[in-house]
């Protein structure tokens, strides 16, 4: 062979795999500042690639238009989970024309596990975290929860970024993350331990809650207060007490149907919304800003709380606060005379139990 012949040479590297080796990424770095060298990222495969790939693993006549829908929608164009799960519908027999899997791959699980083992661990913090969040976060909210450094976050979070397991998003001027596939986010997810997972819940609500970003935290609560979580369900209580102060109706309905699944009916915890909720007569009524009436569905929901009540006094006030609940609120006439009559009812009961109260303390 001539030494002045020119060699074209092609290496493939995966990028979580090339991240691993730092003398390589060195070497790879100086070969391109030299120009010696151009590096050439393969874009995630289209729907046709996905459809090409199950006609060549398949044959081309068993290629239904679900079958390549779906696998694009899972794989998001990536070829390896794209055949892993192609794989996984072959061996379990299931209908092409309507693809369906109970949960990832045992071959892509495991995969997807070893990626993620192989990362130190405050990457592998950071990637449980946005496993659990579920969306983009940004990075002040990725500090805020870790309580590390900026510069250490930033460090692990290009790491990730570089191996191809994390993606980031520029708006503005902020940074925000997010795992980038789905399915490893759901390997991640279900693989960590169910306490902990409740437990980074109801910290990242709580994140989510100095934030200002009430619904976002009222869902996290939930998740955590539905694994038993009291400490969960005493900030939802907490954050309806301040959205009732701050005259939020809306969110305040939104809190109450969150906690109408997790509190039993009596509930001594109900009586802290109900001492928070009397706290504004009008409340529920018409909200003064935004001008709407309160749906009837969430008057019904705190139709039901009445039970949480047991004074004769305090359930009047109840009462009569649901009359314009009803009434005025929902427009349900029936309603609010139903409960004025049982409004009625308890204060001759209570006028009652007062006057027998007061036979007997007389003298003689």
Known sequence: E??????????????????????????????????????????????????????????????????????????????????????????????LRAPA?????????????????????????????LAVAGDQVCLGDLVQFTGQPIEDVALALERLVRCGMVVEQRTGATLSYQITHRLTREVVYTGMCGVRRH????????????????????????????AGDGKAIDALIEMAVQAVARGLSAQVWRIVSTLQ???????????????????????????????????????????????????????????LWLVGLFASGAGDLDAGERECRQALALCRRVGHARRQARQQVRPG
């Open 261 to 319: 699944d997790l509190l039993p009916i009596g509930d001594a915890r109900w009586l802290g919304v109900f001492d928070a909720l009397f706290q504004q007569s009008n409340w529920g009524i018409v909200d003064r800003t935004e001008h709407h009436v309160v749906e009837i569905a969430a008057v019904r929901r705190m139709r039901q709380l009445l039970a949480g009540v047991a004074d004769l006094k305090r359930q009047v006030d109840v009462r």
């Open 2 to 95: 001539s030494p002045d012949s020119r060699l074209f040479v092609v290496v493939t590297a995966r990028p979580a795999e090339l991240a691993r080796h730092r003398i390589a990424s060195e070497v790879l770095r100086i070969f391109e500042h030299e120009e010696l060298i151009h590096r050439l990222k393969l874009a995630p495969f289209s729907r046709a690639d996905v459809a090409a790939l199950v006609a060549d693993i398949l044959g081309p006549d068993r290629v239904p238009d679900a079958l390549a829908d779906w696998l694009m929608a899972r794989s998001q164009g990536n070829p390896r989970i794209a055949a892993g799960l192609l794989e996984a519908l072959v061996d379990n027999g299931a209908d």
């Open 199 to 226: 437990l980074m819940h109801r910290r990242w609500a709580a994140t989510l809650r100095a934030c200002g970003r009430t619904d976002a935290a009222t869902a996290h609560y939930l998740h955590a207060a539905q």
């Open 101 to 129: 899997l109970d949960r990832v791959p045992e071959s892509l699980a495991r995969w997807v596990r070893t990626e993620v083992a192989r990362l130190e661990p405050p990457a592998v913090a950071l990637v449980e975290l």
